[in-house]
């Protein structure tokens, strides 16, 4: 028997009623306005709606910002496999989106791959807007795991210093020569995790 007075079924909103799990979900919103904080359960287009009047600032890391390390301006861009799978999304979602075409190759299979290249703030802001906020896309995470049976289908997006990695070799390959870092490079993914190797000297060996 579902229980009537659970708060979390219900959003304070519309006052409509939904499953307590799944993509519907209300979830606890918190908004700021004026110094007060307001806490509340939200159904998926409450949230739109609210996070339409009240945005979210961008999580850190995300928008783009200046190296101190370089003085390179670097501006995070993730994959169009790492958009659907951090961020939920599916291809309609970024098909018109502003993107950078980059490339890399496998010199022992000759061959050159393409692989488009996302601004992350584009995406976050498109998936902020399906999903209803950042509460909303890591919901949706739980949701895609629940379906595929408890599997972690989607991995959170990097944080901390492999963030900072990942985003200062992909904007020096880039840079370079509009090559993509790929993480299955062993020079990339030993930079990336473990800082080993010197940038510029990663970037030199692959471009040449
Ligand atoms: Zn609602």
């Known amino acids: 028997m579902p229980n009537r007075s659970n708060p979390r079924l219900t959003c304070q909103s ?9 993509f519907e979900q209300p979830l606890l919103v918190n908004i700021g306005w004026r110094g007060v904080l307001q806490s509340h359960f939200l159904c998926l287009q409450c949230r ?7 945005q979210e ?3 850190p890391g995300i928008d783009a910002y200046t190296d101190h390390i370089h003085g390179h301006t670097i501006v995070p861009r993730i994959t169009e496999t790492e958009a659907r799978r951090q961020y939920c999304l599916t291809d309609c ?3 018109d ?3 950078v075409i980059t490339a890399y190759s496998v010199r022992s299979a000759g061959h050159v791959y ?4 996302y601004e992350e703030r584009d995406i976050v802001r498109v998936a902020r807007r399906v ?3 950042d509460v909303g896309i890591a919901n949706a995470r739980e949701c895609y795991s629940w379906q595929n049976g408890g599997v972690t289908y989607t991995p959170t997006p990097p944080v901390g210093i492999e963030r900072v990695r990942r985003d200062r070799i992909r904007q020096a390959f880039l840079d370079w020569g509009f090559y993509f870092a790929t993480p299955t490079l062993p020079c990339v993914s030993n930079y ?3 800082g080993q190797g010197q940038l510029s000297r990663i970037v030199a060996i692959y471009g040449n």
Do not use: D, Q, S
Request: proline letters at 11%; hydrophobic letters at 30%.
């Open 97 to 99: 989106m502003p993107h």
């Open 93 to 95: 979602h970024f098909r």
């Open 131 to 133: 999903w209803g906020g």
């Open 14 to 22: 519309c006052g409509e009623r939904f499953p307590n799990r799944g």
């Open 48 to 54: 739109r709606k609210a996070y339409n009047t009240f």
């Open 57 to 59: 600032p961008l999580p």
């Open 192 to 194: 990336v995790n473990y």
């Open 114 to 117: 393409k692989v488009k290249l």
